[in-house]
């Protein structure tokens, strides 16, 4: 095996604004695209077509990484923390 190495590009899609990263589903029936600084924080796109199946806001935070678990029954968003400029 190649060790999850991504290695020929199988698609390119539109995905939430300014994108941070992206995890797949250990089933390969989502792929979770994160972002930092604009909402959505999360976006949930089928990897086939590219379509948008869900979003999720993380309140002032956005996302820098999602991880599951080996089943993808559960997974863990570390959100990344923004201050206000004061302008």
Do not use: H, M
């Not at 604004?17 to 589903?25: C, D, R, S």
């Not at 972002?35 to 948008?52: M, R, W, Y």
């Not at 990484?65 to 080996?70: C, K, P």
């Amino acid at each position: 095996g190649r060790g999850g190495q991504l290695v020929s590009k199988v698609g390119v899609y539109d995905s939430v604004p300014a994108p941070k990263g992206l995890a797949i589903t250990p089933d390969n029936r989502e792929v979770w695209v994160t972002a930092l600084v604009s909402k959505p924080s999360i976006g949930i796109f089928d990897p086939t077509t590219g379509k948008e199946l869900d979003t999720t806001k993380l309140g002032k935070s956005g996302a820098v990484e999602v991880i599951f678990n080996r089943d993808g029954t559960y997974g863990s968003i570390d959100g990344g923390l923004t201050q206000d400029s004061g302008s």
